[in-house]
């Protein structure tokens, strides 16, 4: 399965040198929602919920991904308003990476019952109807024996985690060289081009031409 990551040219350029993604950690996520899909009028379930987030956060770190890459508010909310990349990775098509699912309304929960596995992993895979856009499937990391650097933690590239493609964005000032430098060796196999505007639609595509990036 091909996922995509979006972040900016500098982050992009050093993780692909580095060979490693940066493990994002739940209470830095931009939704305030995450992990708080239930109903929380009752203050019980309120506090309860709360005190599971902040639990998951000190245990979980997670990889974020979409499912594609022409979306223009993806380049513009996640790839430094274009002028970053989207990494294609070949990953596992298993329930190692899980996609989002997108609700119109927040959902109820009793306190009469323990909270089963569903429960749990429905918060962890469960956002509002407006983010439908991103595509997301994530993959979520214990952080426990990881080491962390400056309090960040990563995960390597692996043959479950592998670049297959760059894509660079309209906007991004990145050269072929520069690019390929970071790649290193896999420059080889990996599939890179630059991305443009659609002239028929509102979607990013591939700018066949290639002329115009050098």
Known sequence: MRLYHFTSEK?????????????????????????????????????????????????????????????????????????????????????????????????????DRPFGESDLERLLLSKFTAWRYETEYRCFLPLSGRTPEDGLYFEPFSDELKVAEVIVGDRCGVSRARLAEALGPDHAYVTSFKARPAFGSFKVVRNRSNGLWS
């Open 11 to 111: 982050y992009g350029l050093l993780a692909l040198e580095q060979h490693r993604l940066k493990i994002a950690r739940i209470d830095e996520l931009n939704d305030p929602f995450e992990l708080l899909g239930w109903n929380l009028r009752d203050k019980e379930v309120r506090a309860k919920l709360r005190r599971w987030k902040s639990e998951r956060n000190a245990e979980l770190g997670l990889l974020c991904f979409s499912r594609k890459w022409s979306h223009p508010l993806l380049w513009g909310h996640y790839a430094d308003k274009h002028k970053g990349m989207a990494i294609g990775f070949d990953v596992p098509d298993d329930d190692t990476y899980s996609p989002v699912d997108y609700h119109p309304e927040r959902f109820p929960i009793s306190l």
